[in-house]
């Protein structure tokens, strides 16, 4: 059986990347292992472009479901230092799920599209035999922007600061603990504080704040593979090394206990809203103050240096080779 999550980039490599139907000049940026969107170029204007599946967990409530799962959407985009501006949603429900779940589902969506100044453009919504999970769709998002304006996540240069937010683990702390709360083990009042981390998925708004801030070089989201698998990615795309102290890396309340007990490295594991960003030098501080302005932790946690990988403390950072997050959500769910 394959691993679960993203194929892995001898995948991309030899299957995807070399097979990607026409080759059109105004394609400024297509696919690549790493880099969250891609860019059409117009001309004075640029398209970004990004896709995502969409996941709709019930279980935190309808309307706050359909605007998380917004949000990790939209981040694809929003990384690139462009805004999202126009979105189109395909939803395949489960045949169990009412109109009146639609309804709320729907509303979340749309209600936090419009905060955000998203239109949704086009869409598809429909119910499918044998559509039972959290699985239910997709989404394409796209901005408009100047070309100048985009940052890319293999950005970064000799010099620069490194400034992450939110932290490791954030996402699977906040949903183990929604979902899974007596199969962790925990105190009560850990796991509230736990679930809280739920919140910590929006990271469209910390996004815009960080790029509006300045000096921006690169930007990406921490999902899959975690703030471990994204810092690699970061070095490795810019061809530069990334010098960390574990001690700056901010750390949601939670965090450690519920890692602790489901026993995976929380740098290892998806989170997505926490944002790995790389600052012109003696600029990132201005920007993790600008962040903390809006009631998200920040910290300036290294540097970037000459050389390739990423050190943390010294010592060598590895990605992992899948995420671990997925075994403990497919062991959980047949207990």
């Not at 009412?98 to 598809?124: F, N, Q, Y």
């Not at 954030?170 to 809280?196: C, K, M, N, W, Y």
């Not at 740098?267 to 997505?272: C, D, G, I, L, N």
């Not at 932790?297 to 540097?303: L, T």
């Amino acid at each position: 059986m394959s691993d679960l999550g993203k194929i892995d980039r001898e995948t991309f490599r030899d299957v995807i990347y070399p097979n990607l139907g026409a080759n059109r000049e105004d394609v400024a940026v297509g696919p690549r292992h790493g880099v969250d969107f891609g860019v059409l170029d117009l001309g004075d204007r640029a398209v970004v472009v990004a896709t995502d599946p969409i996941s709709i967990l019930p279980e935190l409530g309808w309307r706050r479901a359909g605007r998380l799962a917004l949000e990790i959407v939209l981040t694809d985009v929003a990384v690139s230092g462009v805004a999202p501006s126009h979105l189109a949603v395909n939803l395949t429900l489960p045949p169990a799920w009412s109109d009146d779940d639609l309804e709320r589902l729907w509303l979340g969506i749309a209600d936090h599209a419009d905060r955000l100044g998203v239109s949704i453009v086009s869409g598809h919504t429909a119910r499918y035999p044998g559509v039972d999970s959290s699985w239910v769709g997709g989404a394409t998002v796209l901005g408009l922007g100047d070309h100048d304006d985009i940052v890319r996540p293999d950005g970064a240069a000799p010099g620069e600061d490194i400034v992450v937010t939110t932290g490791p683990a954030a996402e699977v702390t906040g949903l183990l603990a929604t979902l899974f709360p007596e199969q962790l083990g925990l105190s009560h009042e850990t796991v509230a504080t736990a679930r809280e981390r739920v919140e910590d998925i929006a990271a469209v708004a910390d996004a815009r704040a960080a790029f509006e801030t300045g000096g921006v070089t690169a930007m990406h989201d921490a999902t899959e593979g975690g703030v471990a698998g994204g810092l690699v990615e970061m070095a490795s795309g810019a061809g530069v090394r990334f010098d960390i102290d574990a001690d700056a890396m901010p750390l949601a309340p939670g965090v450690e206990a519920v890692c602790d007990a489901v026993e995976v490295d929380p740098w290892t594991v998806t989170s997505a809203g926490t944002l790995l960003v790389t600052v012109e030098s003696g600029r990132g501080e201005a920007v993790a103050e600008a962040l903390r302005g809006r009631g998200t932790p920040a910290a300036v946690v290294g540097s970037v240096t000459d050389g390739d990988g990423v050190a943390v403390d010294g010592v060598s950072l590895s990605a992992p080779d899948s995420d671990p997050s997925w075994a403990v959500f497919e062991r959980f769910s047949e207990e």
